[in-house]
């Protein structure tokens, strides 16, 4: 069952509605499944069991491979393995959007990016109609 998920992103919980991803990449007979993932843990693109992937043994697969393209997937993650993890720079979701889309992004960082950037409107907006009102 396993096997066909090659080249997947998979997914487990992380804190405060956040997700760790990484890139399923086979089963290994010795040590079971194996994910390439960025972690802050190793603090760079590393070899994971999946046990160790997904910690709290809770994950699912968030995109498959598209077919015929899942060995290209997985040769794309070994390319990056090494790579140094930075929380705002390089997390695990820049690893996977690197492999898959070919540029590093975060769509977690990209939205909580966005809810500052609200933020910091309607704290001006406030501001400056305390100015005219006062």
Known sequence: MLANYRGAILATPGPIRTRHE???IGVD???GPLVIEN???KGEVSIST???FSGSGQWEVVHLAPEGYESEIVNRAF???GKPYHLTGYNCQHFVAEVYEGVPSSWQLNGI???LG???LVV???QSDRRRSG
């Open 22 to 24: 990484g890139i399923f």
């Open 29 to 31: 007979m010795y040590q």
């Open 39 to 41: 972690s802050k843990i």
């Open 50 to 52: 999946l046990q160790q």
């Open 79 to 81: 390319a990056l393995l």
């Open 113 to 115: 990016v966005a809810g």
């Open 118 to 120: 609200l933020v910091a």
């Open 124 to 126: 001006a907006a406030a």
